[in-house]
């Protein structure tokens, strides 16, 4: 009887165990650096990705903002903001991640609203 209930914790505790570090693996997630190169101020600025988003408020010209993301699935990235005039820009980037992904993406806001980005991602 005593063996049964010492395997039974010890069960429970390989299983909590590994609950714990598949959620949280090291290294896990996506950088993401957005460089503002537009020439005027971004506000609003918000990255989508699947389960989140991640937001700063301010972007001068010249400046970055520099954020891990973790997907809560399969997932692409969406960027949105404001220029100077207030007009609303989103784009969707052509990019794929996913909760067990690592690596960086740089995207780079430029004049006109026009948002180009560089992958380099990869899966664990």
Not at 85 to 107: C, F, M, R
Request: charged share 20%.
């Amino acid at each position: 009887m005593k063996t049964s209930f010492v395997n039974a914790l010890l069960a429970a505790a390989l299983v909590l165990a590994t609950s714990l570090v598949s959620c949280s693996l090291p290294g896990t997630g996506v950088t993401v650096v957005v460089s503002n190169a537009s020439g005027v101020d971004i506000t609003r600025l918000l990255i989508k990705f699947t389960g989140g988003s991640k937001e700063a408020k301010d972007l001068e010209p010249g400046k970055s903002f520099k954020t891990k993301v973790k997907p809560g699935g399969s997932s692409d990235l969406v960027v949105e903001f404001a220029d100077s005039s207030g007009k609303q820009h989103s784009a969707k980037l052509d990019v794929y991640i996913e909760p067990n992904y690592k690596g960086t993406i740089h995207v780079t806001l430029e004049p006109n609203g026009k948002v180009t980005w560089n992958n380099r991602t990869t899966p664990l």
